[in-house]
């Protein structure tokens, strides 16, 4: 045991390995550690962002524009540096795109924090100084906000679109843009309130390669990946639809089971049994009125024949998740039990087949609803990276159809709030207007990153930028293919302002969070490379802290 103290002074028990850091010291670590992840990020912002290849342990390649997606792969051991990670998640889980945006807004706002520090001004009138900022700017933006008519299809495009460009979606974004629209618009119902609800359980994502992704479709109902099971059952067929997360099957203990027979008719009497059994379920089935079977576990030949001879089409072992999506579509109840199941848990549905794709098609009747985005691509990364890019742009049209508001993108909004909170910084008082001011300084990240990335003076963008919104053009931004600052909103270039409202939320919790902290206690060495799980844990202080060993390691 080292560092024991007594005498009145509370004492703290540490290993021989323990680490600690106080105050700045501790501070100036996490700062810079949460600050390198932010950076990793930032040159994939914008429709000319770069893509990242990332290689798991296993030699998994993933090529990839999405923060959310780079971050997760990281495979990221700091705890601060984690913080980082999680504002991309709770981006991702809240607004479903904006993730480079919140996370580049976070690590600079920590570098303004760190400047903050250096002057001298206390965590304390930092953390309060943003956040009001982050309050005045979301306010700010929800006044920008621009309302738009939730059905016009040619604004939800857009939306679709400015989110994909730039992704592996961006070579078909006509035809993804309008897919996604359509998609969305197909689980879109209005309540009675009037507001809009997009219920995105409704609709479900499927991929196949070796297809262009121009070829992708918007399916009305379910695809189930599936071969016939029987020759003699019926390829397709309209009627009622049995959803089972039992197997058809005798239960492996019967089978197992060692009988010890004694004459041939004893043998007899028991295979007899077991086909009773089985016909049993088949029976069960028919009495139920089921004209399809769909079965998450395994159907048994002998069940498999009874079926077909009844006319029963079959499906077994289909995904739990389609399972799911197809209770929705048919408005079915998944059954567990086929001697406690009622015909009233069967959804009345008409299945097709697709030879070519080599799938089935389930469709409902008029009541249910559920559409399928059949999503194609040349090879597994191409499609895996489409269908991120479209998941993003689903989530940003359904929030532009439940909000109404669109914001222009490209920068304006950035620099439009940024202006108005250097206003709003003037009548506050004491050291949280410098925080405030640094707030304001830390949304610029936005345009001059797009500017970077695009291959353009950052400076010069933004000086353009700033002359602009002084003017008043309060949509001004910088539009990457043209190089110009022009109304973003005419370019087309729109998002929602959810996303924009939660990236600021978001990266000021994290920043806050980080400057917190101003003790590290560490059962490891903080120096030493990302090892941290096993570090040994020190005295007292062992258990819980062993996850931050490996502080500083892993950047
Ligand atoms: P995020 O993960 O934050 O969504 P993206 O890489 O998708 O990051 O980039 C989004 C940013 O790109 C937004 O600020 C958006 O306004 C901007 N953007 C999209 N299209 C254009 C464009 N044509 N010109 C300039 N900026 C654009
Ligand atoms: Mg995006």
Known sequence: MSQQQMQGQPMIVLGDDA???????????????????????????????????????????VVTN???TILDEMDI???????????????????????????????????????????????????????????????????????VDREDEEILRK???????GKGAEQHKDTLASLVVNAARAVTVEAEDGSYIVDLAYLNTETATGDSAGNSEVIEGSIVDKDPLHE??????????????????????????????????????FIAQEEQQLQGMVDRVVDLGADVVICQKGVDDMVQHYLAKEGVLAMRRVKKSDLEFLREVLGANIVSDLDTATAADLGAGTVTRD????????????????????????????????????????????????EGTVLPGGGAPETEVAARLRDYADGVSGREQLAVEAF?????????????????????????????????????GLNVFTGDVEDAFEAGIVEPAHAKRQAVSSATEAANLVLKIDDIISAGDLSTEGDGDDAPGGGGMGGGMGGMGGMGGAM
């Open 77 to 147: 051991d700091n705890p601060t540096a984690e913080m980082i990670v999680e504002v991309a998640e709770t981006q991702e889980d809240e607004a479903g795109d904006g993730t480079t945006t919140a996370v580049s807004v976070a690590g600079e706002l920590l570098k303004g924090a760190e400047e903050l520090l250096d002057q001298d001004i206390h965590p304390t009138a930092a953390i309060k100084g943003f956040t009001m900022a982050s309050e005045q700017a979301r306010e700010e933006i929800d006044d920008m906000a621009i309302e």
């Open 440 to 476: 304001a300084d830390a949304l610029d990240v936005v345009p001059r990153t797009l500017a970077e990335n695009s291959g353009l003076d950052p400076i010069d963008t933004l000086v353009d930028l700033r002359s602009a919104h002084d003017d008043d053009r309060v949509r001004a």
């Open 355 to 402: 030879g070519d794709a080599e799938h089935y098609i389930i469709e409902g009747d008029e009541d249910a609803h559920g559409v399928t985005l059949y999503l194609r691509g040349s090879t597994d990364h191409v499609v895996d990276e489409i269908e991120r890019g479209v998941q993003d742009a689903l989530d940003v049209v359904a929030d532009t159809i439940t």
């Open 232 to 269: 003699d059952m019926p390829d397709e067929t309209e009627g009622d639809v049995l959803l089972l997360d039992s197997a058809m099957e005798l239960e492996e203990a019967d089978v197992d089971t060692q009988v010890s027979v004694t004459d041939p008719d004893q043998l007899q009497d």
């Open 159 to 165: 939306v679709a679109e400015t989110s994909m460009t």
């Open 66 to 68: 999405d923060g959310v």
């Open 19 to 61: 680490q600690r850091m106080k105050d700045e010291s501790a501070q100036e670590h996490n700062i810079s550690a949460a600050r390198a992840v932010a950076e990793s990020v930032r040159s994939t912002l914008g429709p000319k962002g770069m893509d990242k290849m990332l290689v798991t342990s296993l030699g998994d390649i």
